[in-house]
């Protein structure tokens, strides 16, 4: 597009300056009858990758291949006045159109330019926010982690987004993206290894309050009278007769085997059968 708008202005103002020109040899007429044609093909190719070709464009494309066919009626009738008007008035309409399509261009590279730099905005924002809410959650369950980088990297991404500089900008932002990811998983890590040790912990207390228990009732068993078991089934698949020292000793061995959820499971069951 440049060398075309090159040509054109090179053309119509060397024509311009030099003035009138007194005969042309048909090479020359020929010339210029091509060069007419294959701006107006270009610029025919350039209107057509355009969305909503604006009206204006759209006559000056119209006058302007015109006035090229007219340029070629006049050179059959070997009229070279006639042709030279005709090719600078051509010439004149395709760089009018020439400029209005770079000028087009420009406002909608501006427009994807601004649209991307409130998006990059509007990200940084999100993820300063989600490094601050991090922040906080690190120190209430004690986790350890440096948060410098990552305050660096937002500083920075700002003042390149206020510099104009968006692909910089994005790449910081993607750095300090990876940084909330490892920030999360730490906590992550580190939040799961407190609930499962506050459960190994509850397993532990249940299994010593469950063995107290036990003890108690081969205590009393060795005063009393031994009873006659109905050894009635309940729907929580614990005997009505089951003593505490079965479930420590089940509870034991998923202890150690590091099955506490399966450990919890048994010990609420249990609860719900003294209900």
């Known amino acids: 597009m440049k060398a075309l708008t090159i040509i054109f202005l090179a053309l119509v103002g060397t024509l311009v300056i030099n003035g009138p020109i007194q005969s042309y040899a048909d090479p020359q007429l020929d010339a210029l009858l091509k060069i007419a044609i294959q701006a107006r093909e270009n610029l025919k190719m ?7 070709v604006p009206n204006e464009i759209t006559r000056l494309f119209k006058q302007g291949s015109d006035e090229t066919d007219a340029l070629s009626n006049a050179i059959d009738k070997k009229d070279v006045g006639s042709a030279r008007q005709h090719f600078l ?7 009018t159109i020439n400029n209005k399509i770079n000028s087009l261009n420009a406002t909608q590279v501006n427009s994807q330019q601004q649209t991307e730099e409130l998006q990059l905005q509007s990200e940084i924002t999100r993820i300063g926010k989600i490094g601050e809410t991090l922040k906080t959650i690190a120190i209430m369950n004690h986790v350890s982690f440096d948060f410098t980088q990552f305050d660096q ?9 206020d510099n104009d ?3 910089e900008a ?3 932002v993607e750095q300090a993206n990876r940084i909330v990811t490892d920030v999360h998983h730490s906590i992550t890590v580190v939040a799961n290894q407190k609930n499962s040790d506050r459960a190994k912990d509850f397993t532990a207390k249940q299994i010593e309050k469950l063995d107290k228990m036990g003890s108690t009732s081969t205590q009393n068993s060795m005063v009393q009278a031994p009873k006659v078991s109905t050894m009635a089934k309940t729907s929580s698949n614990f005997t009505s007769d089951e003593v505490p020292k079965d479930m420590v000793t089940k ?7 590091g ?3 399966e450990a919890l499971k048994v010990i609420k069951s249990f609860k719900e059968h003294q209900k």
């Open 251 to 257: 509870l034991k061995k998923l202890a150690v085997e």
């Open 259 to 261: 099955k506490v959820d």
């Open 89 to 95: 008035s051509a010439m004149n309409f395709f760089k």
């Open 170 to 172: 994005s790449k910081l």
């Open 153 to 161: 990297l937002i500083q920075k991404a700002k003042q390149d987004l």
């Open 165 to 167: 500089n968006v692909s």
């Open 46 to 52: 350039n209107i057509s990758q355009i969305n909503n």
